[in-house]
């Protein structure tokens, strides 16, 4: 099993940047894969960034492509999510999910298929 911890929410301008980051326990962080999800007041849990295990692939919602760099470092056991350029409309809890997985290239983009999450971190994007 593991246990994600998310950091590095907070109040921003619009147009600036932060990084999310995700601490996670356990001795085989490196087999799981790991995405970001976001919760706005009012609306459904939305799929933002993932990545592999391996880090070798990485997939990105389209409203956050190019904004937004999903990053991974499995000797420290944490994930990371730059997030440049950012409007109002990303102001939102962001979640950190993991799943294990055998498949080195994998991530997922429905919510459904991670098993892990952590409690969230809330980013506020002022206009």
């Known amino acids: 099993q593991v246990q994600v911890v998310e950091s590095g929410g907070g109040l921003v301008q619009a147009g600036g940047s932060l990084r999310l980051s995700c601490a996670a326990s356990g001795r085989t962080f490196s087999s799981y894969a790991v995405g970001w999800f976001r919760q706005a007041p009012g609306k459904e849990r939305e799929f933002v960034a993932a990545?592999?295990?391996?880090?070798?692939?990485?997939g990105y919602a389209d409203s956050v492509k190019g904004r937004f760099t999903i990053s991974r470092d499995n000797a420290k056991k944490t994930i990371f999510l730059q997030m440049n350029s950012l409007k109002p409309e990303d102001t939102a809890v962001y979640y950190c999910?993991?799943?294990?997985?055998?498949?080195?290239?994998?991530?997922?983009?429905?919510?459904?298929?991670?098993?892990?999450w952590g409690q969230g971190t809330q980013v506020t994007v002022s206009s």
């Open positions: 990545i592999s295990r391996s880090g070798g692939n990485i």
């Open positions: 999910a993991a799943e294990n997985t055998v498949y080195s290239s994998t991530y997922y983009r429905d919510a459904s298929e991670y098993d892990y």
